[in-house]
Structures are given as C-alpha cells and as structure tokens.
C-alpha cells in the first residue's frame, strides 16, 4: 500500500475503539475513519519523514533522540533493557491521503518479573491543518491497543497497564501548555503528583544544555480510570523503565541522577501517590495551580532543573 491510498479502516492491530476513553469515542472513529495509520518496519524512506516531522518541533527542546538512535530501534523492535525488563518501540505515521499529517512513537516498556508494562508516550505531533480532527486523540489511544497486543504475545498473565507520558508543567505565558494538558485530561489521563514523583528526562541535545529537563509524570492506569491514587510500585515503574531505555543511548552518569531523585523522593514514604486531576478547561484555576512551573520545579534540585 502507498501512502496516497486510503483504509476506511484502521488495523485493529493498531486501534480498539475499546480502549479509547469514553469522551474520545466519537472523534476516534471519525479519524479512524479519515487518516491511514502505518507503524513502520524499516529506517528507510518514510522514517526519515516522520522522524524529520517530530524534529521540528521536539529536537529543539532537547526532548528527541538522536536519528540514529530511533531508526535502531525501528529496525530492532525489541530492546532488551536487561533483569527481565524489555521495551517495544513503534513508530506510527498517520497519512491523509499522500500528505503525512502526524507522527506517534511509543515504547510497550515491560517488567516481565513485577507484572507491569508502562508505555512511554514519547513523542506525539499533528501538523496544524488536522488540529481538533479527533487525530491527536487517536494518538493518545491507540497505545493501549499496542499494549495489549504485545504484552499478550510475551506475558504469561495481563499485566497491568499505565499510558506514561511526559509533560512540561504549566507556563501561564504559554497557553499552548494548557491547552495540551486539558487534551489529556479529557482523555483519561491525570498527573502522579510531582512532590511523589518529580521525574525528570536527560537532555537529549548534543552536546547537552543541561542535565536534565523537569517533565510531570501524566498517566493513565488502563481499566482503573476512576482512581484516585497510584500504588507505589506502578509509580516506581515509570522511572526505572523510562530510564532503563534511556541507558541504551546515553552514559549512565546523564542518567542516573533523575532516576536516583525520583525514586528517593517516592520511596520516603510508602503511601500510594495520589493522582491530580487535569484541568478541563483552560479556565480550571483550581486545577491549573498546583500544575504551575513554579510549583513544580520546587520539588527539584537545582541542577535537575533544566
């Protein structure tokens, strides 16, 4: 199939409509309807398209993988992080008709021994002609469709599932950080509180700008969707998996400090992490205040903070 060919039907392999929340539902299938999904297999052609995409927009804050890096996982598939922990990496490119309109990559991060699979939702972009057409919603969705699919094949019980993605806290001269956060909230999605769990990402950049840059941990634990607090050890899980994968790339010593704050900081107490609700609208002053940047980036040393 080329990419100027239409499917009026996404792959169930790649999207249930189960698995979308409720709110997303009608919006999910009229884009599933419009846009052809394509999840690469080789690091050729239309990689090198979809990676230059999520570069114009992600490479620029030191949040993007290096080129090489990305099309090795591409041509593996299956990265083994090691003590029984692996990562399964995609990359999806949406297609309207011959125009490629949006990117999607995600790792299925499992712990085979703890039973959990933690999907890093790495990088999502929509290009701004197909905005507000339902496609950025399918992308936050159809991971859990890649989830189960995967983990089916390689885990001897389901485990337990949590959409992980990382975001900028709030910057209230920047609405588009609002904006993207009301997105997810709509979707299922709330926030591991960061005096639990301030996680932060090395800086991809080379050479680096900093050491880290602080991201708010923005989960979605599939099939518990009303409650209200994360047990410990799924929270744990975001970091050393997140962080696992990013060994693969980097030396340990542009690692190990996040991951060492993170951990330390969740395990001072052994509660489970509450989870905080995201705004809904761009005018949730309740929600949007403990989301601040000044609020959480006090949960950060100095050098972790960007």
Known sequence: MTPGERSNVVSQELLDLADVAPGDQEKVAAAASRFRLECLTT????????????????????ELESRATLAGFVREGVLPYGNRMEGHYRMILAWDGSEL?????????????????????????????????GLAALFRAMPVTLARNVTRSVCETPPE??????MEPIDPADVGSV???????????????????????????????????????????IDHERDTT?????????????????????????????????????????????????????????????????????????????
Do not use: N
């Not at 990559?105 to 057409?133: K, M, Q, W």
């Not at 599932?161 to 990382?166: C, D, K, N, T, Y």
């Open 101 to 133: 309109v949006g990117v999607r990559d995600c790792y299925a991060d499992i712990d085979l021994d703890a039973g959990i699979c933690v999907v890093a939702l790495s990088h999502s972009y929509v290009v701004p002609e197909c905005r507000r057409s």
């Open 43 to 62: 690091a050729e052609g239309r990689f090198q398209q979809g990676y230059d995409l999520l570069d114009s927009y992600f490479g620029a804050r030191g």
């Open 161 to 166: 599932i949590l959409l992980a993605a990382e």
């Open 230 to 306: 994360l047990p410990i050890l799924l929270a744990a899980a975001f970091p050393r998996l997140f962080h696992a994968c990013h060994r693969q790339y980097l030396a340990a010593e542009r690692v190990d400090p996040s991951e060492v704050h993170a951990l330390r900081t969740l395990t001072r107490s052994p509660d489970p992490v509450p989870l905080l609700p995201l705004p809904r609208d761009p005018a949730d002053a309740e929600r949007i205040h403990p989301l601040l940047r000044e609020h959480v980036l006090a949960h950060y040393p100095q050098r972790l903070r960007g």
């Open 179 to 221: 904006i993207r956060l009301v997105a997810y909230g709509r979707s299922g999605f709330s926030v591991a509180d960061p005096s639990r769990l301030p996680y932060s990402q090395p800086d991809f950049r080379q050479p680096p700008q900093s050491l880290a840059i602080p991201l708010m941990p923005v989960v979605r634990w």
